[in-house]
């Protein structure tokens, strides 16, 4: 029996694992949690400053704009500026030229104009003299093309493809030609008529940015009532099995849309005496969007993701009301603007209001950012590459500016 026991003791020893091999695995294990709880508690601290900062940054307010860099320019009297995909374009009656934002000739482009008028999409741009026969189209880096249009011009648009539409007097017809500006040329590579008794006069005309959509904005009178008609025209594939192009439209009766404008390739609006339309689709486009407006607009800006319409406040709180739009003609957000403005931008996360001599800066969720002036009488402000830099063009110089 002793030598049973003695098997059996010899035996539970054989198959209890020893004890120093238990707790080398459970220190392994505690590890590993550990170095896990550890990489969780670091990742959710980081996150934490990241948004802390993001949260810090948003509600900064800057109290001063810096001057970085001046380069001097001869700005010609009458001129005006505008900005050409990051560079500044100023253009008069004698002629047009481009400037970097360090304020470096690009390019220059004489003519004799008595009334230019110009079209710009992104880093393209086209001018013409009203009543005249030629186009010039250029985009930031230098010249594209020239279109001879035959017939005295009325009214033009562009697109970032270099697509040029224009709307030219022919007597009783009012003629739509659509040219490649992207070369010398007098001959339409599409051909449109409009007449007032079939489908009205042409009052605003805009170009998607890569040439394929139309959208015309048509007055016409029956039986001495007044209707606005939107028409779309799509000159890619789709457009081709339709007659003359068209795609889709809309009738408005007892209102005048004298304003029409592709924010991208997908999305348009319209804006009339009494409502904003919103229009979407990259081959037929339709209305997915109607608001009715509080008062008359004053003026309207846009880039690709915004419009913004102007009104005067009645309130008495502020001189004007801005009212903001988004692409699907949603209204973000109403801003409550105390100068008198020369121009609106929509950059980069953020919203600048100025004049000549006065700057405001929100964020897009209406956070306002800065207050005051850039010092010397100002006729242009560009947006920079990073936030709250910008390019700001002077009587006699243009300036890089940052606010701190």
């Known amino acids: 029996m002793a030598n049973v026991r003695d098997y059996l003791k010899e035996k539970e ?9 238990v707790g080398y695995k459970e220190k392994i294990r505690s590890h590993k949690l550990a170095i896990f709880y550890r990489a969780i ?48 374009l100023l253009y008069s009656k004698d002629g047009a030229s481009c400037l970097d934002a360090k304020g470096n ?21 086209a001018i013409g003299d009203y009543n005249g026969r030629t186009i010039y189209v250029m ?42 500006g992207n070369e010398n040329t007098d001959t339409p590579i599409v051909q449109g008529r409009a007449t007032m008794d079939k489908s009205g006069y042409p009052v605003s005309l805009s170009l998607s940015p890569n040439g394929k959509l ?22 890619g594939e789709v457009g081709q099995n339709e007659t003359d192009n068209f795609v889709g439209g809309y009738d408005y009766l007892d209102t005048i849309i004298p304003y029409i404008q592709f924010m991208n390739n997908e999305t348009a609006f319209a804006v009339s005496d009494d409502r904003i339309v919103f229009f979407s689709g990259g081959e037929r486009p339709t209305n997915i969007a109607t608001s009715f407006l509080e008062g008359e607009v004053q003026s309207i800006f846009y880039n690709e993701s915004y419009v913004g319409l102007t009104f005067i406040n009645q309130s008495g709180e502020s001189a004007y009301r801005l009212d903001i739009y988004n692409t699907d003609g949603n209204k973000e957000r109403s801003l409550l603007i105390d100068i008198d403005y020369t ?17 405001r800066v929100w964020t897009n969720r209406g956070v306002e950012k800065f207050t005051g002036n850039f010092g010397k009488s100002t006729s242009l402000i560009i947006p920079g590459s990073s936030a709250y830099k910008y390019t700001a063009v002077t009587s006699d110089s243009v300036d890089t500016i940052e606010l701190h």
């Not at 020893?13 to 091999?21: D, G, H, I, L």
């Not at 993001?54 to 900064?60: F, G, L, S």
Request: neutral net charge.
């Open 41 to 88: 508690l670091s990742a959710l601290l980081a996150a934490a400053v990241i948004v802390f900062l993001v949260i810090q940054w948003q509600n900064r307010v800057f109290a001063e704009s810096i001057v970085t860099h001046s380069a001097p320019v001869t700005i010609v009297q009458g001129a005006t500026a505008r900005n050409l995909g990051g560079n500044i």
């Open 214 to 235: 139309m959208a015309v904005s048509y007055l016409y009178v029956d039986s001495g009532n007044m209707k606005s008609s939107v028409a779309f025209y799509n000159f």
């Open 139 to 180: 985009d930031k880096n230098g010249e594209k093309g020239t279109v001879n249009t035959n017939l005295p011009i009325r009214d033009f648009c562009v697109s970032a493809s270099g697509v040029v539409a224009a709307v030219l007097d022919d007597g009783a017809v009012t003629r739509i030609y659509i040219y490649n």
């Open 13 to 21: 020893k054989r198959q209890k694992k020893p004890s120093f091999e």
């Open 343 to 359: 121009d609106i931008v929509f950059g980069r996360n953020q919203i600048i209001v100025y004049n000549d001599s006065e700057c």
């Open 105 to 125: 000739a690009v390019w220059n482009r004489t003519y004799e104009m008595q009334t230019p008028l110009a079209a710009i999409c992104n880093q393209v741009i």
